[in-house]
């Protein structure tokens, strides 16, 4: 057996997803039984658009006007077609995902009961009434990024003065 398979099983594995676990148990034994190699993860960048000015964004070079985005709804179809593939996570990114009041829909039509939902964010636009709302949609796991334990380093880096203090805040909000 892989043990690359069983932890990617264990790190999906949610309790309060019962429909989750249900799908990992069936992928798993695919994979065991039948050697299949699924679609495990899908990234998402509903929008390049940020408050902030990073140093390593390469967002802003995929920024085009007048180019389309993807809508919620014609995102949903891709996540019925990764799923059918094996996909189980979906991960939305950006630019900054929680700058777009889409951000909700693009979670509900991820089918959060069945799949594991990440965000990625630079944490300075979330409070604790943001935070609970993101839980309560299905998001799992919220990857806050932090550039450096010295304030002046991390705000240099991120481009703007008082992202530091932002950061930590929904850290230890989170």
Known sequence: MNSRYLTNFRYAFRVRKPALIFRLVKT????????????????????YGCNLRCEHCFATALQRKGRRRITPAEYRSVVEQAMALGAVNFSFQ??????????????RNSYPERNVI??????????????????RLGVDILTISLDSAVPEEHDAFRGVPGTFAKTTRTIEEA
């Open 28 to 47: 798993f034994l695919g994979i065991l039984l039948l050697g299949r190699r699924p679609l495990r993860y899908v990234d998402l960048a509903i929008g």
């Open 94 to 107: 950006g630019g900054e995902p929680t700058l777009y009041p889409e951000l909700s829909e693009f979670i």
């Open 118 to 135: 990440s965000v990625t964010t630079n944490g300075t636009t979330l409070d604790a009434d943001s935070i609970r709302d993101l839980k």
